[in-house]
C-alpha cells in the first residue's frame, strides 16, 4: 500500500445539472444524468469518510450544487465532521432564504461566478437569460448573511475587454479575492476551443492589467491568476500533482485525482460505491498510474523541475497527444510544445465560431470544430 499522505481538500461535484450552459465549462462532455447521481445517504458517507482521512476542507461543487435539495444536510454533516464548506455556485438559483439556511448549517465560503461584466454579453456566454442580473443579487446576499465572498471570472477572447470592469466589479460587490483565470481547455472548453482562445496580445494585455490591479489593490482585493497553457513556457503543476493533493467525486460516485481525469481514454476508476475512498486515494491504478515522478518519461525524469511541476497535466497530454503519459505539451521542452503554440495561432487566425453550448446531448454525437490532435500535424 502507498504512504501517500492524505489529500488536503475534497471537490465534491453533486450534480452536473446546471441552469447555465457555458461552452467552457470543464465538465466532461458526457454528462451524468440525475439518475445516476449519489444519493444523500451516499454522500454523508463520503463526508465522513474525507473527515476520517484528515481531509481539511470540502468543494461544493456541480453543474450547479444548489440544484440538490440535500444540500444542506451534506453542509451540515460536513460542518460536523469538521470539513472547510465552500460553495461554488453560479448564484442563480438560490434565493436568500436558502443561502441563510446553507450559512446556518456551517458554510464557510462562496465563491460565485461571473460570465462578463456587462449584462448582455455574461448572459449570452452563459446561455442563460436574467443570468447576470441574479447573480449580482446573489453577491449582495452573500455579504448580508456574513459569508466571505470569492468573485471567479473565466476570461476568453469574447470577454476580456471586460476585465477591468470586472476587477471593479469584484471590489463592488465586496469580494475579498478574485480569481481570473484563463480558459483552460478541457471537457466543453476543448469543443469550443476556436471560439475561446485569446491572442498572444490580448493574453500579454490582460496579464498588464492583472499585475497593474494587484499593486493598486494591494490589501484590499487579492487576485489569483492563471494563464492558458498554450502560451506558457512551462507546466503548471495542475492540482498540485496527480493523486498528491485533491481528490473529486464526481456526481455518480466515480473518484477521480481531477475533475478532468475522465477524459483520458483506458483510464477506469473506481466507485465510492465499491470502495472505501480512502482505499481508493492510497492504492487504486488510477490515482497511481501518474503520481510521484517514477512513471515519467524523459525529458520529464532528469528535469530538476520534476517536483515543481509533477510533469504538467496528464489530460492535455492525452487530449492533444492521445497519451496521458507523454511531456506535457506546455512544456517547452516537450517536442510538440511549438505545434501546441500553432493550435492557438490557428484558432485566432479565422473568424471566430458559434458557441457549442453545454448540454446533455446523447452519448456518441459528432464532435463539434476542428481536430485537436497535435499529432495530426505531423510528428
Known amino acids: 500500500m502507498s504512504a501517500q499522505q492524505p489529500p488536503l481538500a475534497l471537490l465534491a461535484e453533486l450534480s452536473h445539472r446546471c441552469p447555465l450552459q457555458c461552452p467552457y465549462c470543464s465538465n466532461p462532455v458526457d454528462l451524468v444524468r440525475r439518475g445516476l447521481e449519489l ?53 442563480v438559483l438560490a434565493d436568500r432564504e436558502r443561502l441563510q439556511r446553507l450559512a446556518d448549517a456551517g458554510l464557510q465560503h462562496v465563491q460565485l461566478s461571473v460570465q462578463a461584466a456587462e449584462e448582455g454579453n455574461a448572459d449570452r456566454i452563459g446561455g442563460f437569460a436574467g443570468g447576470h442580473e441574479k447573480k449580482i443579487r446573489f453577491a449582495g446576499w452573500v455579504r448580508e448573511v456574513g459569508l466571505p465572498l470569492t468573485l471567479n471570472a473565466v476570461v476568453h477572447r469574447q470577454n476580456m475587454q ?19 483565470a484563463h480558459v483552460q481547455y478541457y471537457g466543453w472548453a476543448l469543443r469550443n476551443r476556436a471560439a475561446l482562445m485569446p491572442t498572444r496580445e490580448q493574453l500579454s494585455w490582460a496579464t498588464d492589467v492583472v499585475e497593474d490591479a494587484r499593486e493598486r489593490l494591494h490589501g484590499t482585493l487579492v487576485i ?40 483520458i481514454a483506458g483510464l477506469s476508476f473506481e466507485n465510492v460505491r465499491d470502495r472505501p475512498l480512502d482505499a481508493i486515494w492510497r492504492n487504486s491504478e488510477a490515482f497511481e498510474r501518474y503520481r510521484g515522478v517514477d512513471w515519467m ?24 497527444l492521445g497519451d496521458a503519459g507523454l511531456t506535457d505539451p506546455a512544456c517547452e521542452y516537450s517536442p510538440f510544445h511549438e ?34 490532435s497535435l499529432r495530426s500535424r505531423g510528428s
Open 39 to 91: 444519493g444523500t445517504g451516499d454522500w454523508l458517507g463520503v463526508v465522513e469518510q474525507a473527515a476520517a482521512m484528515g481531509i481539511l476542507q470540502i468543494h461544493y461543487s456541480g453543474g450547479e450544487p444548489t440544484v440538490r435539495d440535500d444540500l444542506e444536510r451534506i453542509v451540515a454533516h460536513a460542518e460536523e465532521s469538521g470539513l472547510y464548506g465552500n460553495l461554488i455556485t453560479s448564484g
Open 162 to 180: 471586460d476585465l477591468p470592469a470586472l476587477i471593479d466589479l469584484a471590489r463592488q460587490l465586496g469580494a475579498t479575492r478574485l480569481e481570473v
Open 297 to 320: 518519461p524523459e525529458p520529464c525524469r532528469g528535469c530538476d523541475r520534476r517536483e515543481i511541476d509533477w510533469g504538467g497535466c496528464r489530460c492535455q497530454a492525452f487530449a492533444l
Open 224 to 263: 489569483d491568476y492563471v494563464v492558458p497553457d498554450y502560451y506558457a513556457r512551462r507546466p503548471k503543476a495542475c492540482m498540485g500533482g496527480w493523486g498528491r493533493r485533491f481528490l473529486t467525486v464526481a456526481p455518480d460516485g466515480q473518484v477521480l485525482p481531477c475533475h478532468a481525469a475522465q477524459s
Open 339 to 372: 505545434r501546441m503554440r500553432a493550435l492557438a495561432e490557428d484558432d485566432t487566425a479565422g473568424e471566430t465560431p458559434p458557441f457549442d453550448y453545454r448540454r446533455i446531448r446523447v452519448r456518441g454525437a459528432p464532435p463539434a470544430g476542428r481536430p485537436v
